[in-house]
């Protein structure tokens, strides 16, 4: 009886996982890569019934548990971080970016950066990591050591014919305030 109710409840779990709806299933229509090495992703549906910053939330959430702590890539600012997309050839990408707590929910309650485009041309596009001015709202000085931001990306665009969001997170420093005293 307690091990049937533990796999009902396994599935139970497995099937309301956000990782469970829309899934990339081709395994490698979409590459991120730093400085060569492979960016973590998850590629989503844009529309699911649930308000953009839910979802959006959600994703990083279950991302962030997906990975390792230690394997959340570090990324430099003002590192280019290219975006190689299978099947897509020319389009462009709407990049937003959050700052995020160690569990992948929004650190702050305002919107994201802002965005900019990411243009993909031949399947293939790049853009330079720079800085958010969110990660200079806290307080905590341990928060402006080297890696310590954590900040969740997403590309929105047309991919396949659909509407899709690409997420992904990193760590990166929050950046420089000015010179060192």
Request: proline residues 5%; hydrophobic residues 35%.
């Amino acid at each position: 009886m307690k091990r049937s109710l533990c796999v009902l409840l396994l599935f139970l779990l497995t099937a309301c996982s956000p990782w469970d709806q829309e899934e990339d299933s081709t395994g490698r229509a979409v590459t991120l890569l730093a400085d060569g090495a492979e960016i973590p992703l998850a590629v989503r549906a844009a529309n699911d019934g649930q308000t953009n910053r839910e979802r959006h939330e959600k994703q990083y959430q279950a991302l962030v548990e997906l990975i390792e702590p230690g394997n959340i890539p570090y990324i430099q600012l003002g590192e280019s971080i290219e975006v190689h997309l299978a099947e897509v050839d020319d389009a462009d990408y709407e990049l937003t970016d959050v700052i995020l707590l160690p569990d992948g929910s929004y650190k702050y309650k305002m919107p994201d950066n802002g965005s900019q485009t990411v243009v993909i041309s031949g399947g293939s596009g790049s853009f330079e990591l720079s800085i958010n001015p969110a990660a200079f709202l806290s307080s905590s000085t341990s928060d402006y050591e080297p890696g310590a931001t954590l900040r969740g990306f997403r590309l929105s665009g047309m991919g396949g014919g659909e509407l899709q969001d690409i997420y992904f997170v990193l760590r990166t420093d929050a950046g420089s305030v000015g010179p060192s005293l």
